[in-house]
């Protein structure tokens, strides 16, 4: 049986980002991944956003990773090629109503140590942005966007070049406990041993956690799977900055926003309802629902938008829940010694995941 120090599974921008982190410092690294290439689940299919950190309560692991893994992604992209653009974005209010919603997110934004966080008017919005409406915007410089897929093409490269081993069309299906260590089996029959297993497993994160036999429903880690839907427009293209209306009370999602990518594309979204099933078809009845809070903040003829692609979010907060931090564990706690968890990692994971990966470092450093 091949032994190995330490197992990461899952080659998500996560999973990749903590093998590329663990490479340099551990002689025997593998990433093991179900499917036959990496990226094929949530870190392909989002916004491509850089986040700033204003949304997350203070001292929360979401606001301090974003913060920190927005400066890391930024180096990382700037030292390794991958195309992004610190484009900004505009979060705006459309009526007096939200105008108290702003500030205060400008003020949770301060908080988190997000820089440069400017309230401006109606008509400075109008200069950055004609098309866009709005009573008052929160302008966010730090914000940008990144071509996901050069970002993971790169961290795998990373990865390979410092000596992790990366394979793929691994399937986890179970994982025994030995007396020291685990030993997890595939679906190709094969079985590994690993002294130290690293969970990246994005929406199943979970049901690895129970495979080796945590108990997810007492310990509250069991995934709710969130849909987000966008639509594009192929006409408009003279569009700058992300726009972002205020995000949803409830704190489900950041409300149905524009994006650009680097080509200046526009879409918008995502939409945000739990679902059952892991099914990436388009559900083309929230046309509607898009029109109608897209119309708040820019003039849109309806025949112009279309169905574009969508994703799942791996949300630890069920459906009418408080909000949920990014959970990030070695389980001796739970009577797993040297078994660590990253469950949950919803957005901002993407931003957050070079800050992941050296917090995981850290974590693995001390056992
Ligand atoms: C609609 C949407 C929009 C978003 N927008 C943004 C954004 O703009 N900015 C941002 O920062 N974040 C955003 N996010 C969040 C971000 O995409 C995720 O947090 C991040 O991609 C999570 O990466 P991951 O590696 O944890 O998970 P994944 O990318 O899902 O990777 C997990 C991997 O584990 C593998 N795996 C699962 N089970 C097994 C098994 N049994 N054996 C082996 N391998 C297994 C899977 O195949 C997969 O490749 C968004 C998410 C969604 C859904």
Known sequence: ????????????????????????????VVLVEKEETFGRHTSSRNSEVIHSGIYYPENSLKAELCVEGAALIYKFAEEHDVPYRKCGKLVVATCEDEVPALLDLKQNGEQNGVLGLELI???????????????KALKVPSTGIIDTHKLMQAIENEAEKRGAFLVYDMEVISIDTLDEGYQVNFANGESF?????????????????????????????????????????????????LIYPLPDPKGIFLGIHLTINLLGEIRFGPNAYYVNELNYSMDESYKQDFLDAICKYIELDPDILIPDDCGIRPK??????????????????????????????????????????DKIKDIVEKL
């Open 121 to 135: 008017s109606s008509e400075e919005c109008n200069q950055l942005e004609p098309r866009i409406k709005s009573i």
């Open 193 to 241: 041993e690993a002294r130290i297993i690293i969970n990246c497993a994005g929406l199943h994160s979970d049901k690895i956690a129970e495979m080796a036999g945590i108990n997810i429903r007492r310990n509250k880690l069991q995934l709710h799977w969130c849909k987000g839907e966008y639509f594009k427009v192929s006409k408009i293209k003279d569009i700058k900055h």
């Open 316 to 357: 630890l907060q069920p459906a009418g829940g408080e909000f949920r931090d990014f959970y990030i564990q070695e389980e001796s706690v739970h009577g797993f010694p040297d078994f660590i968890n990253c469950i949950g990692i919803e957005s901002p994971g993407l931003t957050a995941s070079l800050a992941i990966a």
């Open 1 to 28: 049986m091949e032994r190995v120090d330490i197992l990461v599974i899952g080659a998500g921008v996560v999973g990749l980002a903590v093998a590329n982190s663990l490479a340099d410092d551990f002689d025997d």
